[in-house]
């Protein structure tokens, strides 16, 4: 399957025109929908836009949880299910200037509060390597577009690990940099304090051309970083001998999973394998001993923090200045019948959960005790910082679950193996999925994380790996036309 | 009787060329809707961004109220339901406001009274509803306009004092020009807490919000003391609640109990970090701050000797208290300046709804005006004249006297040759004024009448006195 | 102890309801995250730790200048409102507080 710089290749030498990508992109855009339901909205007339940057004429899909004018933008929720925004998330906006062609908005889980691709308001997304299994999520319609092909590349956005899991799931790169190297305006707010824009390509290489085009300072928001002058496409072909990296014991040791599946135990050996392979690049690999308890702790501290600041984010969503209007004989009333009907159950428990932690009585306890886990674990990441360059491991303890197989991420076995990317997330660390191989014929992956505002190097070391690794671009070969 | 306590939280918005949080337009606007940010609205996916000039000014405040100011500010969000709060949360300050533990000094008939300031912070206010029959009208111009709330600690004891702390408040925002504090504006508002006791311990109080005008604050303090005093009285308990003032039927309605009180959730505000405050940037500000009212109240009465009425009336407005200051430097002294300034100059500008800013007769003028009076060059009455012509044609008084010919004789001799000849012509006068008889003025009248008026009248008298003694 | 009824009351002053199952789930899941903050709360020292709402220390936090600039029309503010009248968001009477 071509990625990003195939395509410009192509573009270039007129060997295709952009128009004619954008129609390839937009009819199986339309073939696969019912069938994998990648899209809300499918985009048919060709947005008119030259540039001279790599992305110019490259389709791409958007998740629908980022503001765009004049396209519906519902965050695959019932209470957004008729907006249509008056303006442009900055990353659209520097798209559009990059000349890259917008497909479609992709089906993310409700608000991009969940996992599994299952609740969306127009419904599951399915995963191109096995219709009966999910694609992970939230960013869950940006990676099916992506592993199907319909596009080389995707945004999504991730909060605990919605960019990072699904890539994984679906065998293709998932990328967020640090917190703040790229633009939240426009992305309809989750969690603020771990929200991250992040996206989906076929190739490490193909992730650094894009978040070349996406950071950068925005004065529309304050936490976005001084612009840099380097190109993450420029680095990633460094030298890395010499380079540290660790992973954690305590996740990744075969003893302590005696009575684990088949799956997770080859997934493990598997991730043995691609250490061994690590250490014959050149890369000095250690494993480290981290505290148990503050693992055990993420997956808590992660839900706890994200419903509290989800609760507050989404109060917006009264249907007052927009949305569906409730019915009702007066103002409470009509916010209370929007909300009630806008939401699914789980939002709803999310949210529930999330008011209770910031209870006058609860905060110190709950809220601010999540926080103080937070910063623990923030950190420890940045003392073996000092010492490694990066942390690698599994991106998933098993492969893309079925769909009527139920994961309860808080079970002791999946704590931490299933959690840890969330650590990316708590300190803002620059965090990128690549497919490793595969499992019962389903692709795996590992997660590499760098040290905040080290972009470049962690870009750097993830191709290093997928050059040793072999699995770029991958797609299951029906859909690879 | 018993003792009354009473806390003020004062909202006041700044004056800004934008919203606090978004670059909309920050300004009264009689159409609805059209100083919008996507941020004012609450529209999926914005960001707020801090306005520097709001923070700027707010920390002014803080400093005016000889707060302490943090070294890192930070905002936090405050969570509850209400159609005029379209984020459904309120930017404000909780964990780090602009300034904490400060204070005021307020006269309070003639005597010093310090106010306790608990804290100062910034905040966004709300979107305006219009009430109609049987619905409502939603403007969100004032969403994101920003706010100033300043709380004081219980300390105040009496409707006096609180009306004496919100008109020295008021005098603070508009010396220091963080707000225009237009009341019929609804720019200030005030909640205002009461409590009533028998001893020293505070008693439980409760809360009236959003009240809109000084004067209805007074009636609204009046009311609710009279409410607890009556309940006391009969030996019933007061309860800790929030109640309405109904301004037309002269009463509060309870409108919810502690018991319902909301819990606001507050929370850091995750997408505005911290702010770092420098000295130098504190020392920038306090640069800014003019001396305000008290403090030049108290000037004018020790150095300049002026009564507390003068000095009130001239430090009521900044800008007529800076003219005077600037003519005194000229060199008028602060009697002769305050006296023209209070009889003539404050009641034209009255009269013709200006202010002193932007009014033709600068320092300078009145400087050489009361001059002219001082050198006998024309007199007090004439004076008033010269101003008025002044302001008029836009003349300077010198120019004004030259050109109407007011100017005084104050030559000897041409007077005295007047009134030689008067007397020459008259000798029957002057036998009758040495037999007691009183034909002064008779002479002083004559002079006045061929010199148009213009003679020196205390020169005149003089001269008419030395001639007739010579005879 | 947080009870059915304790959860409907947040869930009100969420300005939502759900039905009784819902209720009885959210429940399920208190207690999940009761039982692990409790062991958070254990962890020695916890108290003495800034609780952490920043990712990392943002050393570059710009005020924006007090310039206004233009922004939405008057019809852009109102696109996406379902009841509008004379350029304003039309609800039912809000009794004023």
């Not at chain 2, 309405?244 to 109990?257: C, Q, V, W, Y």
């Not at chain 2, 208290?321 to 009889?343: A, H, Q, R």
């Not at chain 3, 969420?14 to 009761?34: I, N």
Request: some cysteine; glycine content about 6%.
């Amino acid at each position: 399957m071509k990625t990003i710089m195939d395509l410009r290749e192509d573009l270039d030498t007129g060997k295709v025109t952009s128009n004619e990508l954008f129609s390839i992109s937009n009819k199986k855009a339309h073939e696969y929908q019912d069938e994998f339901n990648s899209f809300v909205t499918i985009v048919d007339k060709k947005e008119e836009q030259e540039s001279n940057t790599l992305l110019s004429g490259i389709p791409y899909a958007l998740k629908d949880n980022f503001s765009t004018t004049g396209i519906l933008t519902t965050a695959s929720s019932n209470i957004l299910k008729d907006y249509v925004p008056v303006y442009d998330a900055t990353v659209y906006k520097k798209l559009k200037d990059a000349g890259a062609i917008l497909v479609g908005k992709t089906v993310l889980d409700e608000l991009a509060m969940g996992g599994t691709g299952t609740t969306g308001h127009t419904g599951i997304v399915r995963n191109p390597w096995d219709k009966n299994r999910q694609i992970g999520g939230s960013s869950s319609g940006s990676a099916s577009a992506v592993a199907l092909g319909i596009v080389p590349f995707a945004i999504g956005s991730d909060t605990g690990d919605s960019v990072r899991k699904p890539a994984c799931f679906g065998g293709i790169v998932g990328f967020k940099p640090t917190y703040g190297r790229i633009s939240r305006y426009g992305l309809f707010a989750f969690a603020s304090s771990l929200d991250h824009v992040g996206c989906l390509t076929r190739c490490v290489k193909d992730a650094a051309i894009v978040t070349d085009i996406l950071k950068g300072k925005d004065e529309r928001d304050m936490t976005s970083l001084p612009d840099e002058d380097i190109k993450y496409s420029d680095v990633i072909d460094n030298d890395i001998k010499g380079k540290k990296l660790f992973y954690i014991k305590e996740i990744t040791d075969l003893n302590l999973y005696k009575d684990a599946g088949e799956e997770t135990l080859e997934i493990l050996n598997k991730f043995k394998e691609v250490i061994e392979k690590c250490k014959k690049l050149g890369f000095i690999v250690e494993e480290i001993s981290f505290d148990e308890q503050l693992l055990k702790a993420i997956y808590p501290t992660y839900i706890t923090i994200s419903s509290a600041e989800a609760t507050s984010n989404n109060s917006n969503l009264t249907g007052i200045p927009f949305g569906p209007r409730g019915n009702g004989n007066n103002i409470n009333e009509i916010m209370f019948d929007a909300r009630t009907k806008g939401f699914s159950e789980l939002i709803k428990r999310r949210f529930i959960l999330g008011s209770y932690v910031l209870q006058k009585e609860n905060q110190e306890r709950l809220f601010k005790n999540a926080q103080r886990l937070r910063h623990l674990i923030v950190d420890k990441m940045n003392e073996l910082f000092k010492t490694y360059d990066a942390m690698i491991l599994p991106a998933s303890g098993g492969i893309a679950p079925k769909f009527d197989s139920e994961i309860d991420r808080m079970s002791d076995r999946y704590l931490m193996l299933e959690n840890h990317m969330v650590i990316g997330n708590f300190g803002g660390f620059p965090s990128i999925t690549i497919p490793s191989g595969f499992v019962s014929n389903m692709p795996i992956g590992i997660n590499i994380t760098g040290r905040v505002f080290e972009d470049g190097l962690t870009l750097n070391i993830a191709n290093k790996i997928e050059e040793a690794l072999g699995y770029k671009g991958l797609i299951k070969e029906e859909y690879d036309v | 009787m018993y003792k009354v306590t009473i806390g003020l939280e004062v909202h006041c918005e700044v004056k800004t060329n934008s919203k606090n949080f978004s670059s909309a337009k920050n300004s009264y606007s009689e159409y609805p809707n059209e100083n919008i940010d996507t941020v004012d609205i609450g529209l999926p996916g914005i960001l707020p961004v801090a306005n520097k000039e709001a923070f700027k000014k707010a920390l002014m405040m803080a400093l005016a109220l000889n707060c302490k100011t943090p070294d890192i500010v930070m905002f936090d969000r405050k969570n509850y339901y209400y159609p005029d709060l379209p984020k459904g949360y309120q930017i404000t300050q909780e964990t780090k406001p602009v300034g904490v533990d400060g204070y005021i000094m307020v006269n309070v008939n003639g005597e010093d009274k310090k106010i306790n300031i608990n804290n100062i912070h910034l905040e966004e206010d709300t979107a305006s509803l219009d009430h109609f029959n049987d619905y409502s009208l939603i403007d969100y111009n004032r969403a994101g306009v920003p706010l100033l709330e300043t709380v004081t600690e219980p300390c105040i004891h009496s409707i006096e004092e609180a009306l004496a702390f919100l008109e020295a408040l008021k005098g603070i925002f508009l010396y220091t020009g963080v707000s225009d504090a237009r009341i019929d504006r609804g720019e200030m508002r005030v909640d205002v807490n009461i409590s009533l006791s028998k001893d020293d311990t505070l008693g439980t109080r409760t809360e009236m919000k959003n009240i809109n005008s000084f004067n209805s604050v007074k009636l609204a303090m009046e009311t609710e003391i009279k409410r607890q005093t009556e309940l006391l009285d009969k030996g019933e308990v007061i309860e800790q609640e929030t109640r309405r003032f109904d301004e037309e039927n002269m009463k509060t309605i309870r409108l919810r109990s502690k018991a319902d009180a909301i819990d606001y959730k507050y929370y850091i505000e995750p997408n505005i970090p911290p702010i770092i405050i420098s000295d130098d940037l504190i020392d920038e500000i306090k640069k800014e701050i003019p001396m305000l009212q008290f403090e030049r109240i108290e000037k004018y009465m020790n150095e300049y000797m002026l009564s507390r009425h003068d000095s009130e009336i001239l430090v009521k407005d900044k800008k007529v208290s800076d003219y005077f200051d600037e003519t005194v430097k000229l060199g008028l002294t602060p009697k002769e300046s305050s006296n023209f300034i209070m009889s003539v100059i404050l009641g034209y500008l009255n009269k013709f709804d200006m202010t002193i800013d932007k009014f033709f007769f600068t320092p300078n003028m009145l400087y050489d005006l009361i001059t002219m009076v001082n050198k006998g060059e024309i007199s007090s009455k004439q004076s008033k004249e010269v101003f008025l012509k002044c302001c008029e044609e836009n003349k300077e008084p010198k120019k004004i006297v030259k050109e109407l010919g007011v100017t005084q004789i104050t030559d000897d001799k041409t007077i005295r040759d007047i009134v030689i000849k008067r007397l020459d012509e008259r000798p029957d006068l002057i036998e009758d004024h040495r037999k007691g008889k009183n034909t002064f003025n008779y002479f002083v009248g004559e002079v006045m009448k061929e010199t148009k008026g213009k003679a020196n009248p205390s020169l005149t008298a003089s001269i008419i006195k030395e001639e007739m003694e010579k005879r | 102890m947080v009870t059915k009824e304790n959860l409907k009351d947040y869930a009100s002053k969420l300005m939502f309801d759900m039905d009784d199952e819902g209720y009885s789930r959210t429940l399920k899941e208190f207690e999940t995250v009761e039982r692990h903050m409790e062991l958070i709360g254990k962890i020695d020292n916890i108290k003495n730790i800034e609780p952490m709402t920043f990712p990392y220390v943002i050393y570059h936090a710009h005020l924006r200048d007090d310039i206004a600039k233009d922004c939405l029309t008057n019809e852009e503010v109102l696109a996406n409102a379902k009841d509008t009248k004379a350029n304003q968001v039309k609800v039912p009477k809000v009794v004023a507080e």
